[in-house]
């Protein structure tokens, strides 16, 4: 992904640096939903709802970038896949800021299947699968740090000649499939939570 050799403590110790930087995003979501880290300003329900939305819209930019940088690279071409590599990567801190300003500040929402909605008989197989795919989401959400952060940081340090002698290639497969998997049951449960379902807060 970087377009000039680059040196420096970073390149030489991308182990080290991604876990420094795994450790800080853990410690700033773990701190955030045990009220640890108060550095969010309260929002209200309509903000809520409008970072929810928000949440959603970005997550599939998002995935569309990753999928596209990842068939950018799959024909050779290195300066588009860098740049919509490097645009989910910025987009997924934008979601972090918000997941963690509508957690901090605001609510979790948790799902109410009522009479009359779409399938509501079967709303104790339905349940149990949203909670499912939300599981896998936040399982691969949190497993995927690390493994999205090394191939961001060798590719903003090494040249692309030199990235051929990294695992860049190889994590960064890992890192596609289970980033795109993740963001992508993200969207499917918003989408049952907020506009299939209701919700309450919790």
């Known amino acids: 992904m970087a377009t000039a050799s680059t040196h420096g403590p970073v ?8 876990a420094v930087l795994s450790v800080v995003g853990y410690v700033l979501v773990l701190g955030t939903f045990a009220g640890i880290v108060d550095v969010f300003p309260p929002i209200g329900n309509d903000t809520v709802i409008l970072f929810s939305d928000a ?18 690279i799959r024909r050779g071409d290195v300066r588009r896949h860098r740049a919509a590599m490097l645009s989910a990567f910025s987009l997924i801190l934008l979601f972090l800021v918000l997941y963690l300003w509508k957690v901090g500040g605001g609510f979790e929402k948790e799902i ?45 340090t090494h040249t692309p000649a030199e990235l051929k002698e990294t695992a860049h290639a190889r994590i960064g497969r890992i890192a596609v499939a289970s980033w795109s998997l993740s963001l992508f049951l993200g969207v499917v449960t918003y989408f049952l939570l907020n506009h299939l379902y209701g919700w309450v807060p919790r």
């Open 55 to 72: 949440i959603a819209v970005v997550n599939s930019f998002a995935l569309t970038a990753l999928l596209v940088g990842f068939f950018f």
């Open 112 to 156: 109410v299947i009522e009479q009359g909605q779409f399938l509501a008989a079967y709303a104790g197989l339905i349940r149990p699968l949203y909670l499912a795919m939300l599981a896998i989401h936040i399982l691969l959400s949190a497993v995927a740090v690390p493994v999205v952060i090394y191939p961001v940081v060798l590719g903003l």
């Open 11 to 18: 390149k030489e110790h991308p182990l080290a640096a991604t």
